[in-house]
């Protein structure tokens, strides 16, 4: 059981930092016309809020290795 919860947090947390990090690198095009390309201006808490919680999953996975 210690083993399966400690991969599920390292996997949860991976997969979180890598999906803030891409929403904080390569935002969204709202709007595309031929050439012209609007970016929407958005707000960048939601990807440091995912980039948070896959830190402290991440390490809440790493700490079930020194029990």
Known sequence: MK???KVV???VGSG???YGLY???FP???LQ???DKVAA???NMQSFAMICLGVL???GGVAFKKR
Do not use: C, E, M, R
Request: hydrophobic share 50%.
């Open 3 to 5: 083993n399966t919860l």
């Open 9 to 11: 947090l390292l996997l």
């Open 16 to 18: 979180l930092i890598l």
């Open 23 to 25: 929403t904080l690198f």
């Open 28 to 30: 969204h095009i709202s």
């Open 33 to 35: 016309n031929g050439t």
């Open 41 to 43: 201006d958005q707000d």
């Open 57 to 59: 999953s991440f390490i």
